[in-house]
Antibody
């Protein structure tokens, strides 16, 4: 079965760029959208954006000027880059598979905590 | 953006109880509504999609209903493993947004 695993630094300095990678195992990346969702400590879920294997992307306007999602299909990986981070970007970051046909996130990674602090 | 408002924000119940969580959308979203369960320290898990369709493997004590702007998630006969936080999520356009969550406590 398909599994997702996030990786990346757990600590990022303010004003720098947060970069995370999600590795897809157990299945193909074809036919699905690949997404990042974050959750600040003790708070709710926020969709940041997604990418299709063709390279097509869609971002949350609240982050649009700072966020980039890219994909390397040969490595079965997709990545999140969030620039100019502040403490408000401290959160658990989840990668997830988005089934566009039915509009839901059906497979999630375990999540990785990223703290923005000097 | 479409705002999703859940109520209550927290709910205390006992094993065996029947509970209902509501989710209201700020505009008509048809049946483009999903429900997730999140246990402490874990990723969310899809429970209901398209407002009322049970995800494969989810117990039949979970049910969803509603359309337009008002939706409900009902759990009939609470089990100890059901105590978690539940989120609704719309997919009628972008950005995709979630409700603020309902914490179901013993």
């Amino acid at each position: 079965q398909v599994q997702l695993q996030e990786s990346g630094p757990g600590l990022v300095r303010p004003s720098e760029t947060l970069s995370l990678t999600c590795t897809v195992s157990g299945g193909s990346t074809s036919g699905y959208y690949w997404s990042w969702i974050r959750q600040p400590p003790g708070k709710g879920l926020e969709w940041t954006g997604y990418i299709y294997p063709s390279g097509s992307t869609n971002y949350n306007p609240s982050l649009k000027s700072r966020v980039t999602i890219s994909m390397d299909t040969s490595k079965h990986q997709f990545s999140l880059h969030l620039s100019s981070v502040t403490s408000a970007d401290t959160a658990v970051y989840y990668c997830a598979r988005y089934n566009w046909n039915v509009g839901h996130f059906d497979i999630w990674g375990q999540g990785t905590m990223v703290t923005v602090s000097s | 953006d479409i705002q999703m408002t859940q109520s209550p924000s927290s709910l205390s119940a006992s094993v065996g109880d029947r509970v209902t969580i509501t989710c209201q959308a700020s505009q008509d979203i048809g049946n483009f509504l999903n429900w997730y369960q999140q246990k402490l320290g874990k990723a969310p898990k899809l429970v209901i999609y398209d407002a009322s369709t049970l995800e494969t493997g989810v117990p039949s004590r979970f049910s969803g209903s509603g359309s337009g702007t008002d939706f409900t998630l009902t759990i009939s006969g609470l089990q100890p493993e059901d105590f978690a936080t539940y989120y609704c999520q719309h997919y009628d356009g972008y950005p995709i947004t979630f409700g603020q969550g309902t914490r179901l406590e013993i």
